[in-house]
């Protein structure tokens, strides 16, 4: 008799909506030997060399045993 009268609350987990899967954008090999070039300190050029290299994170490199 009462049916419908009341608002009905949605049964279960919301749905999500799908997220677009998308690439890493990544440097070309001219705009990585650029920023090479653009570093002064060896230290520098190093770090970044590593980073490109090897795929690591920046937080990373830091915890690399001498």
């Given at each position: 008799?009462?049916?419908?009268?009341?608002?009905?609350?949605?049964?279960?987990?919301?749905?999500?909506?799908?997220?677009r899967?998308?690439?890493?954008?990544?440097?070309?090999?001219?705009?990585?030997?650029?920023?090479?070039?653009?570093?002064?300190?060896?230290r520098?050029?190093?770090?970044?060399?590593?980073?490109?290299?090897?795929g690591?994170?920046?937080?990373?490199a830091?915890r690399?045993?001498?």
């Amino acid at each position: 008799m009462l049916a419908g009268l009341a608002p009905q609350r949605a049964r279960g987990r919301p749905g999500r909506l799908p997220e677009r899967c998308r690439s890493p954008r990544v440097l070309s090999l001219s705009q990585v030997e650029a920023i090479l070039r653009a570093q002064r300190r060896l230290r520098d050029r190093f770090l970044f060399a590593l980073l490109f290299q090897t795929g690591m994170r920046v937080g990373q490199a830091p915890r690399l045993a001498p």
